[in-house]
């Protein structure tokens, strides 16, 4: 059971939009950045999102972060095939002292 | 360029122990925490533990499902982080990465910056 709750799957099609949440608490989540990953089959995972919406360099402008109260939220725009893979919300717990990912989002361009 | 490389990854009985190292490069080392991140075949990430700067007394913090059993340290003249592990179980089977975390006494949360990860098998 992950600390960080995130819905299993989502679809939408090439070229729409689709948003992706991750659920948490004051001790993570309320009081710390939230960061996003995304990652392919067979490699590690790559930082889309830290800082709640920043973008590392070289990270398209489809691809955005938002953070209210206990919960954050991951956006692509613009869909591609490409984008298929699982994605992961983490941040900083401050009770436990701790790293905390959620369970992790399935994307799917149909 | 920053990379991470890990290495030390095989298959283990149930009890026995795996030393993990992660070679770093491209950054100052001895400036940064740096944790460890694990992956059960088929499923999400778990944050594994880290270890402080020595700025902050290189400290360190683990997961509850490692506490007890495994053990990171440092070796910042060979920008080497160390994951010990002890009394391994057959839940502990995992790709294990290693990660660049803060600069700072808090982890961040926020990884830009992953090894490749090395497989460990816990199996009789």
């Known amino acids: 059971q992950s600390v960080l709750t995130q819905p299993p799957s989502v679809s939408a099609a090439p070229g729409q939009k689709v948003t992706i949440s991750c659920s948490g608490s004051?001790?993570?989540?309320?009081?710390?950045?939230v960061s996003w990953y995304q990652q392919l089959p067979g490699t590690a995972p790559k930082l889309l999102i830290y800082e709640n919406n920043k973008r590392p360099s070289g990270i398209p402008d489809r691809f955005s972060g938002s953070k209210s109260g206990t919960s954050a939220t991951l956006g692509i725009t613009g869909l591609q095939t490409g984008d298929e893979a699982d994605y992961y919300c983490?941040?900083?717990?401050?009770?436990?002292?701790?790293?905390?990912f959620g369970g992790g989002t399935k994307l799917t361009v149909l | 360029e920053v990379q991470l490389v890990e290495s030390g990854g095989g298959l283990v009985q149930p009890g026995r122990s795996l030393r993990l190292s992660c070679t770093a490069s491209?950054?100052?080392?001895?400036?940064?925490?740096m944790s460890w991140v694990r992956q059960a075949p088929g499923k999400g990430l778990e944050w594994v533990g880290f270890i402080r700067s020595k700025a902050y007394g290189g400290t360190t913090e683990y997961a509850a499902s490692v506490k007890g059993r495994f053990t990171i340290s440092r070796d910042d003249s060979k920008s080497i982080a160390y994951l010990q592990m002890n009394s391994l179980k057959t839940e502990d089977t995992a790709v294990y990465y290693c990660?660049?975390?803060?600069?700072?006494?808090?982890?961040?949360?926020?990884?830009?910056?992953w090894g490749q990860g090395t497989l460990v098998t816990v199996s009789s």
């Open positions: 004051s001790s993570n989540i309320g009081n710390n950045y």
């Open positions: 983490g941040t900083w717990d401050s009770s436990l002292s701790g790293g905390v």
């Open positions: 990660t660049r975390d803060s600069p700072g006494y808090y982890g961040s949360g926020s990884y830009p910056y």
């Open positions: 491209g950054f100052t080392f001895g400036d940064y925490a």
